[in-house]
């Protein structure tokens, strides 16, 4: 493991992705003068949308929330294919001078904090043959995603290796996979399913989605009408303002009232299938979950897509549980199979806390599960860290903005009081206080598997992980950063200025 004399700096960010390129942006427009790189993973940046390769990839929000909110989307189509959305991420990078702070194939293994020089000194792999070197910075912000890049979420099925064909997970799709003419099992109801249906029917001989359990749909149409007629008739900018302030009020509108009335949200959802799929359909047994709305997040088909093909008898859907894969297909638990040539296992994804690494500060690990959330960007006794997780019931990039522009709050309260150290500890109130999952109210697997790897929240602010964008607004851009939670202290050093 070897160290080179520059490689420290005041801040380091975590990932070249949607999040990581967005608070590097804040970073250059609100503290120019932060000497700051990213360090990315994988070879190239986009995050999620360069991953992930599969037929139909596209946005499960409309890019005028997921887009950013200094950089307008211009494109008509407001539900976004993955190379648009690419394209986008790599334009906003290039226009705020950002590639150049970007280091890749850099993975984060191992971060040790230390307060004797209010250091973080940063285990990285570098290079292709993974060698150990050393990054040293004075503040860390992890924009790595929620999930392991390395593979997705596969159960273990009974008699997988008795199926001839082709068995594909959509986070390692084969570029020169060939489904035209053949029959394909997608397993799963996900967001990547639905997005899959639709385009693998156009070429296949028939597709399959087979589900254990029902998921709510919600159509919209791939354009925002009003979007592009305000585009017409206005500046840019405004424009897009005020489309996003109508669709962050309509996202939370919707998420309020399927809280609040369910009976009523769940009329609505499913009778969306209802209508488009007849009254001889079996609508309950297939799309009206035993759960209510937005207890885990809906699935957006623009234009009504997975219905419309289901309808067309290109595609079908299979409620039941499997019971192994056989040499042509899969045998279902009622004892009928899906014939297929194709079995594509849209089973998800396997999340991870802060991108898998380890942090210990001064010599100590950290132990998660042990530790609260602050206001759920930083972690209780660790310093000098802010994380980016987005929304759950809301577009992802709503949220990592608030981070930040907080993190750049942070930053600036820094250097203005001449404190190299920044950590969240439990004021003599909150000691003894009720914990709480770091998420609650959502019943979502890919969250349920690692609630017990995560941070807890508390019962009171700022200890609560908030899944509201108007109450962050406030928490992150306008509550006092001195709540006596939130430690500001160490002097600043002559050598390296870590804060501007």
């Given at each position: 493991?070897?160290?080179?004399?520059?490689?420290?700096?005041?801040?380091?960010?975590?990932?070249?992705?949607?999040?990581?390129?967005g608070?590097?942006?804040?970073?250059?427009?609100?503290?120019?003068?932060?000497?700051?790189?990213?360090?990315?993973?994988?070879?190239?940046?986009?995050?999620?949308?360069?991953?992930?390769?599969?037929?139909?990839?596209?946005s499960?929000s409309?890019?005028?929330?997921?887009g950013?909110?200094?950089?307008?989307?211009?494109?008509?189509?407001?539900?976004?294919?993955?190379?648009?959305?690419?394209?986008?991420?790599?334009?906003?990078?290039?226009?705020?001078?950002?590639?150049?702070?970007?280091?890749?194939?850099?993975?984060?293994?191992r971060?040790?904090?230390?307060?004797?020089?209010?250091?973080w000194?940063?285990?990285?792999?570098?290079?292709?043959?993974?060698?150990?070197?050393q990054?040293?910075c004075?503040?860390?912000?992890?924009?790595?995603?929620?999930?392991?890049?390395?593979?997705g979420?596969?159960?273990?099925?009974?008699?997988?290796?008795?199926?001839?064909?082709?068995?594909v997970?959509?986070?390692?799709?084969?570029?020169?996979?060939?489904y035209?003419?053949?029959?394909?099992a997608?397993?799963?109801?996900?967001?990547t399913?639905?997005?899959?249906?639709?385009?693998?029917?156009?070429?296949?001989?028939?597709?399959?989605?087979?589900?254990?359990?029902?998921?709510?749909?919600i159509a919209?149409?791939?354009?925002?009408i009003?979007?592009?007629?305000?585009?017409?008739?206005?500046?840019?900018?405004?424009?897009?303002?005020i489309?996003?302030?109508?669709?962050?009020?309509?996202?939370?509108f919707?998420?309020?009232?399927?809280?609040?009335?369910?009976r009523?949200?769940?009329?609505?959802l499913?009778?969306?299938?209802?209508?488009?799929?007849?009254?001889?359909?079996?609508?309950d047994?297939?799309?009206?979950?035993?759960y209510?709305?937005?207890e885990?997040?809906?699935?957006?088909?623009?234009?009504?897509?997975?219905?419309?093909?289901?309808?067309?008898?290109?595609?079908?859907?299979?409620?039941?549980?499997?019971?192994?894969?056989?040499?042509?297909?899969?045998?279902?638990g009622?004892?009928?199979?899906?014939?297929?040539?194709?079995i594509?296992?849209?089973?998800?994804?396997?999340?991870?806390?802060?991108?898998?690494?380890?942090?210990?500060v001064?010599?100590?690990?950290?132990?998660?599960?042990?530790?609260?959330?602050?206001?759920?960007?930083?972690?209780?006794?660790?310093?000098?860290?802010?994380?980016?997780?987005?929304?759950?019931?809301?577009?992802w990039?709503?949220?990592?903005?608030?981070?930040?522009?907080?993190?750049?709050?942070?930053?600036?309260?820094?250097?203005?009081?001449?404190?190299?150290?920044?950590v969240?500890?439990?004021?003599?109130?909150?000691?003894?206080?009720?914990?709480?999952?770091w998420?609650?109210?959502?019943?979502?697997?890919?969250?349920?598997?690692?609630?017990?790897k995560?941070?807890?929240?508390?019962?009171?602010?700022?200890?609560?992980?908030?899944?509201?964008?108007?109450?962050d607004?406030?928490?992150?851009?306008?509550s006092?950063?001195d709540?006596?939670?939130?430690r500001?202290?160490?002097?600043?050093?002559?050598?390296?200025?870590?804060?501007a």
């Amino acid at each position: 493991m070897h160290e080179s004399t520059s490689n420290y700096h005041d801040v380091v960010i975590i990932g070249a992705g949607l999040s990581g390129i967005g608070a590097a942006c804040h970073l250059r427009a609100e503290l120019p003068d932060i000497d700051f790189v990213i360090l990315e993973g994988r070879e190239r940046m986009g995050g999620t949308w360069d991953l992930f390769r599969y037929p139909g990839i596209r946005s499960d929000s409309d890019m005028h929330t997921l887009g950013y909110r200094f950089k307008p989307w211009k494109d008509a189509k407001a539900i976004a294919d993955g190379p648009a959305i690419l394209r986008y991420i790599r334009d906003t990078a290039s226009e705020h001078d950002i590639e150049g702070r970007i280091r890749y194939r850099q993975r984060l293994i191992r971060a040790e904090w230390s307060s004797e020089d209010c250091t973080w000194t940063l285990i990285v792999e570098s290079g292709e043959n993974r060698e150990l070197r050393q990054v040293r910075c004075g503040f860390l912000l992890m924009c790595a995603g929620y999930y392991s890049y390395e593979h997705g979420h596969t159960p273990d099925f009974p008699g997988r290796e008795r199926f001839a064909g082709p068995i594909v997970h959509p986070q390692a799709w084969p570029e020169d996979l060939d489904y035209d003419g053949k029959r394909v099992a997608v397993i799963g109801s996900g967001a990547t399913a639905v997005t899959l249906l639709p385009e693998l029917a156009k070429t296949a001989a028939h597709v399959t989605m087979l589900q254990r359990s029902p998921t709510y749909m919600i159509a919209f149409p791939d354009e925002d009408i009003i979007a592009n007629v305000l585009g017409r008739i206005l500046p840019e900018k405004l424009a897009y303002r005020i489309t996003r302030w109508k669709n962050i009020r309509l996202q939370a509108f919707i998420f309020r009232v399927a809280r609040k009335r369910p009976r009523f949200a769940r009329w609505l959802l499913v009778g969306q299938a209802r209508r488009t799929l007849g009254p001889n359909y079996d609508v309950d047994k297939h799309f009206n979950p035993n759960y209510d709305p937005w207890e885990q997040r809906l699935c957006l088909i623009p234009n009504n897509d997975l219905l419309e093909t289901i309808r067309s008898g290109r595609a079908s859907v299979v409620t039941d549980r499997i019971e192994s894969f056989t040499e042509s297909g899969i045998l279902l638990g009622s004892g009928e199979s899906i014939e297929a040539d194709i079995i594509v296992t849209a089973t998800g994804l396997d999340i991870v806390v802060l991108g898998g690494a380890e942090f210990h500060v001064d010599g100590k690990r950290i132990d998660f599960p042990d530790v609260f959330t602050y206001k759920g960007v930083m972690i209780e006794k660790v310093p000098n860290m802010i994380s980016t997780f987005g929304y759950i019931n809301a577009s992802w990039t709503l949220r990592a903005d608030l981070i930040a522009r907080f993190s750049c709050r942070v930053l600036e309260h820094m250097r203005e009081t001449g404190s190299r150290k920044c950590v969240p500890v439990l004021r003599a109130e909150d000691e003894g206080m009720a914990s709480q999952p770091w998420v609650t109210g959502f019943s979502s697997g890919y969250l349920q598997r690692v609630m017990d790897k995560l941070p807890k929240q508390g019962d009171r602010e700022p200890w609560l992980n908030s899944q509201n964008y108007f109450e962050d607004r406030e928490k992150f851009l306008k509550s006092t950063l001195d709540d006596g939670a939130l430690r500001f202290d160490g002097p600043a050093r002559a050598e390296v200025n870590t804060a501007a």
